[in-house]
C-alpha cells in the first residue's frame, strides 16, 4: 500500500511540472535556424555492408590486442584535425592483426595518410584499405 502512494505522489508531482511522459518523448524537431540541411554522405554507402564478404563493425575481434590496435588508430585519426569529418569516422575494424579500413574519404591524400596511420600502430600485420574517395 505504501508502495502506491509513493507511485500516485510521483505521478502527480511529473503531472504537476509538465515533466511528463508524453512530453518527453515529443518527437517535434526542433526549427531550422538557418542552417541548410545537407544528407548524411554515406547513408547509402552503408548498403554494401550487406553484401557477401564485407567486413563490417561487428566483425570486431574482442581480443584485448586487437581492441588496442583499432583505438589507437582511431585516436590518430581523430587526433588529425586536417581530415575531414569522413575520415574521422572511417570503420576499422581489427581481425588477428589484420586492419580494414571501409568509409568515404575526401581525397586520395586522406586515403594514403590513413592508411599509413593504420601501419604505423604497433600490432598491425596488414592493412586492407578500402577507403573509398568521394569527389564533389
Known amino acids: 500500500m505504501k508502495r502506491w502512494a509513493v507511485l500516485a505522489v510521483g505521478l502527480m508531482m511529473t ?7 508524453a512530453r518527453a518523448a515529443d518527437p517535434t524537431p526542433a526549427p ?5 540541411a545537407y544528407p548524411p554522405d554515406n ?3 552503408n548498403s554494401t555492408d550487406r553484401e557477401a564478404g564485407t567486413k563490417t ?9 586487437d581492441i588496442r590496435v583499432t583505438a589507437d588508430i582511431r585516436k590518430a585519426v ?3 584535425d586536417s581530415l575531414s569529418t569522413n575520415a574521422h569516422n572511417v570503420k576499422i575494424i581489427t ?9 568515404p574519404v575526401a581525397s586520395d591524400s586522406e586515403r594514403a595518410r590513413i592508411a599509413a596511420m593504420a601501419k604505423q600502430v604497433q600490432g598491425v600485420k596488414r592493412v586492407e584499405n578500402k577507403l573509398e ?4
Request: charged share 30%; no cysteine.
Open 95 to 103: 581481425q588477428g592483426g589484420v586492419v580494414t579500413l571501409r568509409g
Open 43 to 45: 547513408t547509402g554507402r
Open 78 to 80: 581523430t587526433d588529425d
Open 57 to 65: 563493425a561487428g566483425q570486431q575481434s574482442n581480443d584485448p590486442a
Open 15 to 21: 503531472a504537476a511540472t509538465g515533466r511528463g511522459i
Open 32 to 36: 531550422d535556424q538557418g542552417r541548410k
Open 133 to 136: 574517395v568521394t569527389r564533389r
